[in-house]
Every structure is written in C-alpha cells, then in structure tokens.
C-alpha cells in the first residue's frame, strides 16, 4: 500500500519549526484525517493499558504530545480527571483546549529541555515515537514527570521501529539513562495504512 503523503512527511528527522509549520496547517483536519481516513486506533490500545496498570481515577497524569486531545478525552471518558498537557503546536493546543478535559494545557518541544516536575504517577505518549533519529534518547527526558512509582506509556511507530533499529537504539538508551522496562507489545496504530504499531511500558531509573 503507498504511504500517504501527510505521513509521509513526517517520517523523517525535521526540525522543531518544520513540525510546527505541518501541525498548523493539519491541525483542522488532523482528528478526521487520522481516526477516518488512516485508522489510527493506537490512542485507544495506550489508554487501555493506563486503564490496566494505573487505575486509580484520582491519578496525576501527563499527556505528552496531547495533540488535539484525543487521549486526553478518552481518559476523560474513563472517569480520570487530574489531567495536564503539554504539546509542540499552539494550533494543536487550541484543539485540545476546546475538548474541555485538561487541567492545564503548554507548549513543550521535546527536542529541548522540558523542565518537569516529578508529579506524575503516569505520563502517555502517543503518536510521536516513530523515524527520529534521537527520539529513543529523548524518550528519556520524560522520566524526569514521573513519581519514583510512575509509570511510562509511550507509542512507537511499527514502521519507525523497523526503518530506524528502534530495538537496538531503545536498549541503547535504556543502558545510557537507566530506566526500566516493563514490557514492549504490539498494539494496533495506522489500521487503514498497513502500519502496526508498539507500545512501551517503562519506570524511571531507580534512586
């Protein structure tokens, strides 16, 4: 199956701008285009696995890269309310914003520092995992929101994971910033393309 070009796009290292400029002009069909039209089923497979492994509704959760908010208000809908976050694109912020589920919502590029506080019993990440080239190290920097207890959830890309050695490079990381694994699976991601996905389950180095 050709790969859609709004995809394709983004399937390559670019800087924080050029992402900036693509979710702007996405931002208001980005929901339609994703959900409808290339199936992305991955929100639902990470809030499924929160859900298991941190149920207690009173939860502090970050939703990284929230996007336009779709996580955000499936947890919502999942009775848990405690909710922050934090993304790239003003325009994508302003989407979530509308959703009415967030308790705070900012701008963050995870490129950069991201200046956390360790609040978090959970922090999610999905759909940005996927063909950076520093992403599996910069995956790291969102330890830093955890509780010594928290738990990591974060989305990769199937496609990503195979093109880039994601295997080989997340271990690379792992060794490097001492985090734990729990688990890696296979979750369900862009349906409609062909692209399966991963899902990572991982804790904050230990004191």
């Not at 928290?150 to 792992?174: M, P």
Request: net charge neutral.
């Amino acid at each position: 199956m050709p790969l859609d070009p709004r995809l394709a796009r983004n399937y390559q290292d670019h800087t924080s701008e050029t992402q900036k400029k693509t979710y702007r002009e996405w931002a208001p069909t980005y929901d339609q285009d994703l959900r409808v039209e290339f199936g992305y089923q991955a929100p639902e497979a990470a809030v499924a696995a929160l859900i298991e492994h941190v149920p207690q509704r009173g939860s502090q959760i970050l939703d990284m890269a929230c996007g336009t908010g779709i996580v955000g208000e499936l947890l919502h809908v999942a009775g848990y309310r405690e909710i922050d976050g934090l993304d790239l694109s003003p325009e994508m912020l302003a989407k979530a914003k509308e959703r009415k589920v967030y308790r705070k919502l900012g701008e963050a590029d995870l490129t950069k520092d991201l200046n956390l506080e360790p609040i978090y019993d959970a922090v999610i990440c999905v759909g940005v995992f996927s063909h950076g080239q520093k992403q599996p190290f910069e995956l790291a920097k969102l330890f830093a929101g955890l509780k010594p207890s928290g738990l990591l959830l974060a989305t990769i890309n199937g496609k990503g994971w195979k093109d880039l050695g994601w295997e080989r490079l997340l271990e690379e990381s792992r060794r490097l910033h001492r985090f734990e694994i729990d688990a890696i699976t296979d979750i369900p991601y862009l349906t409609l393309q062909g692209i399966p996905g991963k899902l990572l389950r991982a804790r904050p180095p230990r004191a």
